[in-house]
């Protein structure tokens, strides 16, 4: 039941950065190879969030407005605990971000240039996780920052 996509464009893979293709050259010649080390282990993981970052525009929108809320929180004197648990939230919407981002890339590979009515499947709701832990970021960093916010608003007015 799958059909082809018609569009005028085809679709194009974003770029791939540079540390990941020469990471993968020099280190290891078949994806399913183990890292050698730890290091190398690390190296993977930040070249995908460098791919996310460099690729993905909700990342970059996560990372800025997650960015804002601790800065916010840091200027409005949270306590520790409110911004360890609005700095929880903010990881949790990042690493759904970039789970979002391989099952978009791992779909897209399976797929190709087709149209399957599972793949649309596991694309929305990769991507209904992260508006959801967005929702709830939201959500929670609003409740710890308004009241001490509002508070210096109407300090700010009334002198």
């Given at each position: 039941?799958?059909?082809?996509?018609?569009?005028?464009?085809?679709?194009?893979?974003?770029?791939?950065?540079?540390?990941?293709?020469?990471?993968?050259?020099?280190?290891?010649?078949?994806?399913?190879?183990?890292?050698?080390?730890?290091?190398?282990?690390?190296?993977?993981?930040?070249?995908?969030?460098?791919?996310?970052?460099?690729?993905?525009?909700?990342?970059?929108?996560?990372?800025?407005?997650?960015?804002?809320?601790?800065?916010?929180?840091?200027?409005?004197?949270?306590?520790?605990?409110?911004?360890?648990?609005?700095?929880?939230?903010?990881?949790?919407?990042?690493?759904?971000?970039?789970?979002?981002?391989?099952?978009?890339?791992?779909?897209?590979?399976?797929?190709?240039?087709?149209?399957?009515?599972?793949?649309?499947?596991?694309?929305?709701?990769?991507?209904?996780?992260?508006?959801?832990?967005?929702?709830?970021?939201?959500?929670?960093a609003a409740t710890l920052l308004l009241p001490p916010l509002l508070a210096l608003v109407l300090g700010l007015v009334s002198s």
């Amino acid at each position: 039941m799958s059909q082809q996509v018609s569009s005028p464009a085809k679709a194009s893979l974003p770029p791939v950065p540079e540390c990941i293709e020469t990471v993968v050259s020099k280190q290891r010649e078949f994806s399913w190879q183990v890292a050698s080390n730890l290091f190398i282990s690390f190296k993977y993981a930040w070249c995908g969030i460098s791919y996310a970052f460099q690729t993905q525009r909700n990342f970059r929108i996560h990372v800025s407005v997650g960015a804002f809320a601790i800065g916010l929180s840091i200027f409005l004197h949270l306590k520790s605990v409110e911004i360890a648990v609005i700095g929880l939230t903010i990881g949790l919407v990042l690493a759904l971000e970039l789970l979002n981002t391989a099952i978009e890339s791992i779909v897209d590979l399976t797929v190709k240039q087709t149209y399957h009515e599972l793949a649309k499947i596991a694309k929305d709701c990769a991507a209904g996780a992260v508006l959801v832990s967005a929702l709830v970021a939201v959500t929670v960093a609003a409740t710890l920052l308004l009241p001490p916010l509002l508070a210096l608003v109407l300090g700010l007015v009334s002198s």
